[in-house]
């Protein structure tokens, strides 16, 4: 129908994917992880299921307490990010970028220079680390006060936005016979905050798309008003379309509270697919993942989420029951998780450890095309998401089904762009091309 809104994809690339035993798989990717051919391959079959954006996370630790289990960080992602500008054309290029430990001049330049070899398509999303093993690499015993952690992302927003303004395109003139900058158009920043002293300007001019385009991922309260008050595009963490709808108005109110539209914020859940041509075979490549993981490390982790000792727990049998949410006294974020889970799939235990093991509380789709479209459709139009932060549960297998399997399908739909109808990230979260076509083929 006419108005049909637009569904937002974008590829969140981790490591073999974001099953925790997709490494454990005979064909998985793990000993290419250095490679940057594989990972300019991911971003060109995300570019060929014209997604919006390919996204990298980072994390400053090697993270001793669980390499064991399977990798995480390998190569640095801006770095990544570049060449994979080289190998791609269209699709947008999200990099991590900790205001804890980065320094905004550097970072402000980084990103510009991303932007420009990139030709307007990149993003950041901006965290405040959660670790204190980072920290310690980072000249710290510990990582500062969440309050303060915070404090110090907003005052690191303003700066690297102010430098990506301080030395404006139009002041270029490259006058062979003259000069080649009006250096009375350039804008030194002078900021002097709590965190950081920044004279100014940025020695790389302004970017193509005028600023990188800003991400945010918090869920905690001091994360959604950064998010609301600064990011075009918001990572969410929905186990439901509830959750997800009761985030997506949150933030919203708070964007429309610090007087931005909300409709200039894109925000998307992260999701999980195992999708086939049949319910069976999707189902069963989930069991195929869920059988490759340590079974006892995997109960161990659980018993922490639940507080109950689940090693004598039965593997294929239904989920004991669990206290409400009332009664539990540990982190009760990840406990309520574990029980919107069950409530809704009435998992074995074996299905419990998969479900955390591939997104560890995102929303999991699995089945045909049409079911997981459906799906899709059913979160955009509740108002649940304006698309969705894809997390594969095997790379590049999973990414692949998703491009040649779920796309045509909402495509064929009018609910997803046909090609890309401009060339920067931040058009390809502001265009909403598939209301257009809808309303030419319904005269």
């Excluded at 997709?22 to 991911?42: C, T």
């Excluded at 064991?68 to 570049?82: A, F, N, S």
Aim: charged share 25%; net charge negative.
């Amino acid at each position: 129908m006419p108005g049909a809104r637009q569904v937002h994809l974008n590829l969140f690339a981790h490591g073999c994917g974001h099953h925790v035993a997709a490494w454990r798989h005979p064909e998985s990717s793990v000993g290419r992880l250095g490679e940057i051919e594989y990972w300019e391959g991911l971003a060109r079959t995300a570019e060929r299921g014209l997604f919006d954006a390919v996204f990298l996370a980072d994390g400053q630790s090697v993270g001793l307490d669980g390499l064991d289990r399977g990798p995480r960080w390998y190569l640095e992602p801006v770095t990544t990010l570049t060449a994979m500008a080289r190998a791609t054309e269209n699709i947008g290029l999200v990099t991590t970028i900790s205001s804890t430990f980065w320094n905004p001049f550097n970072a402000a330049r980084q990103l510009a220079s991303l932007d420009h070899i990139s030709g307007g398509r990149a993003g950041v999303n901006v965290v405040t680390s959660m670790t204190d093993a980072e920290a310690r690499n980072h000249s710290m015993e510990a990582l500062p006060p969440h309050e303060e952690r915070y404090g110090r992302a907003e005052e690191f927003v303003r700066v690297i936005t102010g430098l990506w303004d301080s030395w404006p395109a139009e002041s270029i003139l490259a006058d062979r016979e003259g000069k080649y900058v009006d250096a009375e158009l350039l804008k030194p920043l002078d900021h002097h905050g709590a965190a950081f002293d920044v004279a100014g300007p940025l020695n790389v001019p302004q970017p193509p798309q005028g600023r990188p385009v800003l991400f945010q991922a918090g869920a905690s309260e001091p994360g959604r008003d950064l998010a609301a008050r600064y990011a075009e595009g918001v990572y969410a963490v929905a186990w439901d379309l509830e959750s997800a709808r009761a985030y997506r108005e949150d933030i919203r109110s708070r964007a429309a509270a610090h007087g931005r539209d909300p409709d200039s914020l894109t925000i998307m859940p992260g999701l999980v697919t195992y999708v086939a041509r049949t319910d069976e075979e999707a189902r069963r490549r989930q069991r195929e993942l869920n059988e490759l993981l340590p079974v006892e490390d995997s109960l161990r982790q659980l018993s922490f989420f639940v507080g109950t000792d689940t090693s004598g727990w039965e593997l294929d049998a239904p989920v004991p029951e669990l206290p409400p949410l009332e009664e539990f006294t540990g982190p009760q974020g990840r406990y309520a998780t574990v029980l919107r889970i069950i409530e809704s799939t009435r998992p074995t235990v074996r299905e419990l450890l998969g479900y955390l093991a591939a997104g560890g509380g995102h929303a999991t789709f699995i089945g045909t095309p049409e079911a997981i479209a459906d799906e899709i459709e059913r979160w955009i139009d509740a108002g649940a998401a304006d698309g969705f932060n894809l997390m594969p549960p095997a790379l590049p297998a999973s990414i692949e089904d998703f491009v040649d399997l779920v796309v045509p399908v909402l495509q064929e739909r009018g609910r997803f762009r046909r090609e890309y109808s401009a060339g920067t990230l931040r058009s390809h979260l502001s265009e909403e091309p598939a209301t257009r076509e809808l309303a030419e083929t319904s005269r």
